[in-house]
């Protein structure tokens, strides 16, 4: 268990120091929607420092939506699908009579 938990903490730290070391801004936020991470080109990009965008609503802070961006936009999405998979295999049981 410890050493599992060691394997996890070293595969998040190098997963933090590619988005550090990135080109590319690149920012992630929780299921609420507030900032967790804010790499060094999102600082040049949006002149937030990462103290001051991370615990910050992404929203408020960048001023700007990105459709389906939120976690309830994905889950409204995945339940339009499962719906429509059930209407579909309805419809293809009917018509094959099984």
Do not use: C
Not at 72 to 91: G, I, K, P, W
Request: no cysteine; charged share 35%.
């Amino acid at each position: 268990m410890e050493e599992a938990l060691r394997a996890s903490e070293r595969e998040l730290r190098q997963e933090k120091q590619l988005v550090d070391l990135s080109r590319d801004p690149i920012f992630i936020w929780d299921f609420n929607g507030g900032v967790i991470e804010w790499n060094p080109r999102h600082e040049e990009l949006y002149g937030y420092s990462r103290e001051e965008a991370v615990g910050k609503r992404k929203d408020k802070l960048l001023a700007t939506t990105v459709p389906g961006s939120s976690f309830a936009a994905l889950a409204r999405q995945v339940a339009r699908r499962r719906t429509l998979d059930r209407r579909s295999e309805a419809h293809d049981q009917g018509r094959s009579g099984n």
